[in-house]
């Protein structure tokens, strides 16, 4: 039997396959785009030939950030900003760009965020630079579109009668956290493994947080600012993430139409170099160590070619991003 470790600080996810991947030994600067506690930022700047640019949407963590500038100085910049203006950043001689996707250990623990079902009170469940919480969508949303969030974010089976008895509750009290577990858990039947919230929680804060969005477009912003040569890592945490990532590269890394009868057309352009096509995976031990860690996926790619548009993955993710541009007043 194994015992699970419980955490009370953020340990990095698939840190040293991370580290392998990026060969920081060999200098540059590289972008976190996911500072987080600092735990890639930190291994990174052990190199002294290495500059790392940091962002995070959350300003909880400048007092991380703070530590790692005293001891590193201009090697190390910090930015308050979401990665989708990741374009705002400039900078020479760019190594690597990371994004560690998903929450961090302390915004799962701080209570008063709403992040987990484990939370009690108000719904709020926002990382930070967000537009609204999620309390509004409980209270505001019309059942129809909760359903869809539920439905294609959450991946949720029971998402209909969860819906529906969210519009027949709000009628009478505020939803709150322990509320919504409450509605849940009289739908679904407790299975052994995940507990009954974890998808819909799943669904709303994709929702909240506009992440589908800030995916797609912090992927595309990552490559036009990525020099030739140079490498993308990006460890995710649930199956949406996981496949617009798993597309991104794919789709612009395969020569599709391979005939040699047929003209090469710039859809065949390769854009990336793929070398390993599926993702790496934490090993049994850091699963024992750090249990959030089971669902991490590592996917990388080194980039060859200058000047895709990104049409297919656009237009391939637009149902998703339809649900995130769902309106209150719908
Ligand atoms: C899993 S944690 C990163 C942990 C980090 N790699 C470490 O080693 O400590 C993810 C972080 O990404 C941040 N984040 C998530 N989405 C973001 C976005 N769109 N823009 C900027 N930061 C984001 C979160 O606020 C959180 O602090």
Redesign the pocket.
């Known amino acids: 039997m194994t015992a699970t470790i419980h955490l009370e600080k953020?340990f990095?996810?698939l840190?040293n396959e991370l580290v392998s991947i990026i060969s920081p030994l060999y200098g540059g600067t590289f972008i976190?785009?996911?500072?987080?506690?600092?735990?890639?930022s930190k291994k990174i700047l052990e190199e002294t030939s290495n500059s790392v640019i940091a962002?995070?949407?959350?300003s909880s963590?400048k007092g991380s950030a703070l530590q790692l500038y005293s001891k590193y100085k201009q090697r190390f910049k910090f930015y308050n900003?979401?990665?989708?203006d990741l374009d705002q950043i400039k900078s020479d001689n760019i190594r690597g760009i990371i994004f560690?996707?998903?929450?961090?250990l302390s915004?799962i623990s701080d209570l008063d965020r709403g992040i987990s079902f484990k939370s009690k009170g108000i719904l709020d469940m926002r990382?930070?630079l967000n537009d609204f919480s999620c309390d509004k969508v409980i209270s505001k949303m019309s059942q129809q579109n909760l359903y869809k969030i539920f439905k294609y974010f959450g991946e949720e089976k029971y998402a209909k009668p969860i819906s529906k008895k969210i519009e027949q509750l709000r009628k009478n009290k505020k939803i709150k956290t322990e509320n919504l577990v409450e509605i849940i858990e009289s739908i679904k039947k407790n299975k052994r493994g995940k507990h009954v919230a974890t998808k819909i929680f799943q669904a709303l804060r994709i929702f909240v947080?506009n992440?589908v969005s800030?995916l797609i477009n912090?992927l595309i912003k990552a490559y036009n600012i990525l020099p030739i040569g140079s490498v993308m890592a990006v460890v995710t945490f649930h199956s949406i993430e996981d496949k617009i990532v798993k597309y991104f590269f794919k789709e612009y890394s395969e020569t599709k139409n391979s005939s040699r009868y047929l003209p090469k057309s710039s859809s065949n352009k390769k854009y990336f170099n793929v070398t390993k096509r599926k993702p790496i995976t934490p090993s049994f031990n850091e699963i024992r160590i750090n249990h959030p860690s089971r669902s991490g996926k590592l996917r990388f790619a080194f980039k060859i070619e200058d000047g895709c548009n990104f049409k297919n993955f656009i237009e391939k993710f637009s149902y998703l991003r339809e649900i995130e541009n769902l309106n209150f007043d719908d």
């Open positions: 953020h990095p996810v840190l976190d785009c996911t500072f987080g506690a600092g735990g890639y962002l995070d949407r959350d963590v900003i979401k990665f989708s560690d996707l998903g929450y961090s915004q990382m930070g947080n992440e800030e912090g």
